[in-house]
């Protein structure tokens, strides 16, 4: 950033500055541009959320002391998780404090049940124990869905499941222990929310699921595996970027060739044998480190291949004879050409500054391997490269487009596993705890069915589905729990669907206004939930048992 800005100060400096512009690309301009469009989106969005859910839930309370209450488990939450992922993992990623925010959000449906289920003259100490065994049922799946993550081996995954687990139970140990003591004497109006119309409603709620699962058959959703697509980065600065390096005849990020060797020199070596080879075809454009730091044995060829001093005087006697040019001139070349001829060949470590640095990027060593990179642009053909590079020693043909893409694919299936196993977890712990087979049948069904249509929607959408996405659906996995527990337990009052409702509108509302973003990342996590939110609502409602009702 600093560099950035010295550069930009710079060029205001000098003289017609005003009426010249300055463009500027490579990664660290695009990670700054990036860095800034993603902050000032999720600003830009958090802020109207915010207010939205904030100005929802105060009309329902009709005071500000619930909505202030209201923000208190969500803070311990996003503090609680932060805190376990430094305390059991050493650091945390910004990207997981993002993230792990968002999967917490079912952390501000705990305060809204017990603002909503509180009877008139019934003390929030009462309210609290009425309602506590659903609400630590759902922490105690929720939990166990996010353990899946935990145990995918993959770092970021693991910082978002310890994040999530731990902020879901501070949530709701904040809304057991301390909001009951700060509620006062304010009972919040109740929301009258109508049985579902029709004589069954169950059949609608089986159609609609089946549905779905024809949907997703019939019409599979694709799955988003390429990094660059869900990329923050504005389109005019792609084609800036693309532009300015086709006019420095830079390379290209996607296409390199990677060469090994024992050690720095064979490296350089066999880098050399497989430019050479690709230079004779037409298949890409090569920048190798070799074009201007050989090996050392194609130095020292290169320095017996210069002529001797006395051919070198005859050779410029003879050049000169026809030109008015006295031969002393050339006596420094002379001196230099055969100064050359016994220094001793150039190498990486003599090398200082700007070139030692770009040395230092070209040969590196790994995996007691030295590793020559070989940038291309221009490339024509993929294949070409890949079999060429295969008929070399030590060469490889890298796509990181493929490379890339195959990595993201992995991680998605590892993901989707574990996304199964924390579905098993969930469903054995509900039937264990619930015991009774058929609430927990219409539980699971508001969970799993919720994150089902909001596949099924994304799908006939046409919008693929990426790794946020199936975070995303652990969030809609979560709420769905936390509505149909509510609404199918002991704790199933006649005030329980309006508890429910108002925490799926608080959700749509807030994941709809991030489905509106410009990055493609937050827009895709705001469909998945927004759409899932609601659909898990939908089946609550449609599966309310007669207890959960409201009086008539």
Known sequence: ????????????????????????????????????????????????????????????????????????????????????????????????I???????????????????????????????????????????????GFAALCLSGVSGLLQLGVFAIAG???????????????????????????????RWPRFTAAALLCTAAAVILVLPPDWETDLERLSPVPDTLKRLDNRLRAAAGLAEPRDMLVVSGRDRQQALARTEQVVADLRGRDLATALPLTDWLASVERQRRRAQGLPGEDGLRQSVRQALAELPLRPEAFEPFIGDVVASRGMEPLRPAALDGGLAALAGQRLIEARGQWWSLVPLRDVADRQGLAALAAAHAGAHFLDLKTETSALVAGYRDRALWHFAIGAALIGLCLLSLVGRSRPTLRVAVVAFGGALLAVAALSLAGVPLSLFSLVSLLLVVGLGLDYGLFTNTGAATGHAMASATVCAASTVLAFAVLASAEVVVLADIGRTVAAGAFAAWLLAWLLMPREARPPS
């Not at 792990?100 to 952390?107: D, H, M, P, Q, S």
């Not at 003259?121 to 609400?135: C, D, F, H, N, Q």
């Not at 879901?168 to 009972?187: K, Q, W, Y």
């Open 1 to 96: 950033a600093v560099a950035v800005e010295r550069l930009r100060a710079a060029f205001d400096g000098l003289p017609g500055a005003a009426s010249a512009s300055l463009s500027l690309t490579g990664p660290p301009v695009i990670a700054l541009e990036s860095r800034r469009i993603i902050k000032a989106e999720v600003q830009r969005l958090s802020i109207l959320a915010t207010v939205l859910a904030l100005g929802l839930l105060l009309v329902v309370t009709r005071t500000w002391r619930f909505v202030l209450l209201g923000v208190m488990p969500m803070a311990a939450a996003v503090a609680a998780g932060i805190a376990a992922v430094v305390g059991l993992l050493g650091s945390i990623h910004g990207i997981t």
């Open 98 to 144: 993002a993230f792990g925010a968002t999967l917490v959000g079912v952390a501000l449906d705990y305060p809204i049940h017990l603002f909503l289920h509180r009877r008139a003259g019934e003390t929030p100490k009462a309210a609290m124990v009425r309602i506590r065994r659903p609400l630590w049922l759902g922490v105690a799946t929720t939990a166990l």
């Open 168 to 198: 879901v139970i501070a949530a709701a140990l904040t809304t057991h222990e301390v909001l009951p003591g700060l509620m006062g004497e304010a009972v919040p109006r109740r929301i009258p929310v109508p049985a579902p119309g029709g």
